[in-house]
């Protein structure tokens, strides 16, 4: 399919398919009609995303854009210039209506940036960190996301690359949308200034899922050249996090979505890369406002070092809007999160079993009971999820563990994921990757169940063995190392004659444990040791 675009035009009775470039491109004349077919291939989990449509929703929809009352004087039109502008083309709908659209499946949309045909390849996802939390603003809240006028009156400085189709150039990125960003970003600080103040920024600028939306808190994960999303705070406290508001979620969308052509030449790619830094530059910047003014700087510094972070700083001021202060009573970001964990409540989620409660473990009224053989190894495990450097750095992007009970069935075990997170001094390049490593503090999440698609690589081992296993990698010292210290013993080769017995084993799991989301795992990156 050239684009997930796809209209169904009835002529003189007869039914064709009409494939667009993108999904606001012209039908063509006459009458058409959106029509849903079943899907009769092998659902895979790597381009697998359910958007699901009920009774509820219908009535989710009538609340957001039957029952406000507003006026829609004219039809937008499919001239690129328009279409390719949401902030334009949805001008008469309520911004408070399409944030909230857009915010009720937060993990949805979130899965089309990161599994959608954008993110395939090193150099598109090195624009991202290896991960990072988001979170997002309140809809009733933020004077930006919830004026209509506002963004109206900015409607030109949030045009996007796609708007030139496959003709942009790196001039256009580098001069036209930089000064178009930074613009919006002077007159976003200026709004802020007059009608941000209502006594400090506060947890309540902050959209909590109304108590109950699991999507209001996200992490995302970096797999080299693939990329994933779970809901809720998932590992340690990360580098770096995104907040995310109506004006930047739009725009993220439609850059990496709406208007990105899987098919389009090396300069509309290259321009969508490059607008993608202005974009998680802006979702760190509005994070940045949640920090205390003296650490937000300093804060910043640590996320641009080394080769490429002084140039970027030349190219985007940090500090956009960040003259307010926050009246949240922390110092370090991790006590952020602990007090936004605790206003989110069931939106936040469970702790984290590795890291949510310390290295002690949760213990009682912590995450959901496990059994006492379960929680032994995962005490061993621990010890990974604190670990930096060393072992770690050698380690593949995205392993899944089998740890096997000794009950004797062949079903029976726990299933891990275990996620490096590689350290860079920046990502603010789109190449020389190595060069900007920093090994010394990898680390590695991990997390109970499957996470991302494509796995590079199995390990399979009785509960006895967990402490070995723990100790083989944490003694790890060299690439070298890897095959005779951990992947001989406890590894599945792709000559394994049970490869795919365990292959089978760990997809079946994860189709049970998420039968309406989860598809067929990828093994196209599966490591050849």
Not at 6 to 21: K, L, M, P, Y
Not at 178 to 200: C, N, T
Not at 335 to 362: I, K, M, N, Q, S
Not at 378 to 396: Q, S
């Amino acid at each position: 399919m050239r684009s997930p675009a796809v209209t169904i035009t009835g002529i003189n009775g007869h039914v064709r398919r009409n494939a667009q470039t993108r999904p606001y491109d012209s039908p063509g004349p006459g009458e058409f009609y959106y029509r849903l077919r079943p899907v009769r291939q092998s659902i895979v989990d790597k381009i697998h995303m359910v958007y699901e449509l009920d009774d509820v929703r219908m009535r989710r929809y009538r609340e957001l854009f039957l029952e406000p009352e507003y006026t829609v004087d004219r039809l937008p039109g499919y001239a690129a210039a328009d279409a390719a502008n949401p902030f334009k083309t949805y001008v008469a709908i309520p911004p408070r209506s399409r944030y909230r659209f857009l915010l009720d499946d937060a993990h949805f949309f979130f899965s089309g940036f990161m599994k959608g045909p954008v993110c395939r390849g090193q150099a598109a996802l090195n624009v991202i960190r290896d991960r990072f939390w988001v979170a997002f603003t309140d809809p009733d809240a933020d004077p930006v996301s919830n004026d209509a006028q506002f963004l109206a009156n900015q409607a030109e400085r949030l045009r996007l690359p796609a708007e030139k189709e496959n003709s942009p150039g790196i001039g256009d990125i580098w001069y036209t949308y930089r000064a178009l960003e930074e613009d919006y970003q002077a007159a976003k600080a200026g709004w802020l200034r007059i009608h941000g103040d209502r006594g400090g920024i506060a947890l309540r600028d902050l959209w909590d899922g109304e108590g109950n939306n699991r999507d209001a808190l996200l992490t995302v994960f970096r797999h080299f050249d693939s990329a994933s999303v779970e809901r809720g705070l998932v590992g340690d406290t990360p580098l770096t996090a995104w907040v995310v508001d109506y004006p930047l979620l739009e725009r993220i969308h439609y850059l990496l979505v709406a208007g990105f052509d899987v098919f389009g030449n090396v300069g509309h790619q290259l321009a969508t890369r490059l607008y993608m830094d202005f974009m998680r530059m802006e979702a760190e910047n509005n994070f940045l406002r949640f920090l205390p003014s003296t650490m937000r700087q300093a804060e910043r510094a640590g996320w641009y070092k080394g080769i490429g972070g002084g140039v970027n700083n030349l190219w985007q001021n940090p500090v956009w809007g960040l003259d307010g202060e926050t009246v949240i009573g922390y110092r370090p970001k991790k006590e952020f999160f602990d007090l936004v964990r605790a206003r989110f409540g069931e939106a936040a989620g469970h702790p984290d079993p590795f890291t949510g409660c310390g290295a002690a473990g949760c213990g009682d009224g912590g995450t959901p009971t496990v059994p006492p053989a379960q929680a032994s190894v995962e005490r061993e495990l621990r010890r990974l999820a604190y670990a930096k450097g060393g072992g770690i750095a050698f380690l593949p992007e995205l392993s899944y563990l089998r740890i096997r009970t000794g009950t004797g069935g062949a079903e029976d075990g726990w299933i891990y994921s275990l996620v490096k997170n590689t350290a860079l001094e920046n990502v603010s390049m789109l190449f020389l990757e190595e060069l900007r490593r920093t090994p010394a503090e990898d680390t590695l999440t991990l997390v109970r169940g499957v996470v991302g698609s494509y796995p590079n690589f199995f390990f399979d081992l009785d509960e006895a063995e967990a402490g070995e296993f723990v100790d083989a990698i944490l003694s790890l010292d060299s690439p070298k190392a890897f095959g005779p210290k951990l992947a001989e013993r406890f590894g599945v080769h792709r000559g394994n004659p049970g490869f795919w017995k365990i292959s089978d084993w760990f997809n079946r799991r994860h189709l049970e444990a998420n039968p309406v989301t989860a598809g067929w795992l990828d093994l196209s990156r599966y490591d050849n040791l």
